[in-house]
């Protein structure tokens, strides 16, 4: 069973940083980052499929960047100018094949615990 370790979640004002980190078990084709918040349905933030097929959530683009170290069968999520509406518990996810939807939950077989980042104004 392939499992999914997930660091660097927290806490940080409107207009910081945060990086995320996950680390699979294994090597994973494709993995992404996907968030959700009480009431709503969890949604894609950034994904990618091998190295160079990234797709990035409208809410994010500019301001997220999501990158993978395949040596360490890991993948990063830099967030910067954090907005409140960010705050969310943020999901890694993964799974072997490229997927064609990177920022849909469909497809992904494994899943990280989630971690919280909170962003206050």
């Known amino acids: 069973q392939v499992q999914l370790v997930e660091s660097g979640g927290g806490s940080v004002q409107a207009g910081g940083s945060l990086r995320l980190s996950c680390v699979a078990s294994?090597?994973?084709?494709?993995m992404g980052w996907f968030r959700q918040t009480p009431g709503k349905e969890r949604e894609g933030v950034a994904a990618?499929?091998?190295?160079?097929?990234?797709s990035y959530d409208d809410s994010v683009k500019g301001r997220f960047t999501i990158s993978r170290d395949t040596a360490q069968n890991s993948v990063t999520l830099q967030m910067n100018s954090l907005k409140p509406e960010d705050t969310a518990t943020y999901y890694c996810?993964?799974?072997?094949?490229?997927?064609?939807?990177?920022?849909?939950?469909?497809?992904?077989?494994?899943w990280g615990q989630g971690t919280q980042i909170t962003v206050s104004s």
């Open positions: 990618l499929s091998g190295r160079n097929l990234i």
């Open positions: 996810a993964a799974t072997e094949t490229t997927l064609v939807w990177r920022l849909r939950e469909r497809g992904y077989k494994y």
């Open positions: 294994d090597y994973m084709y494709t």
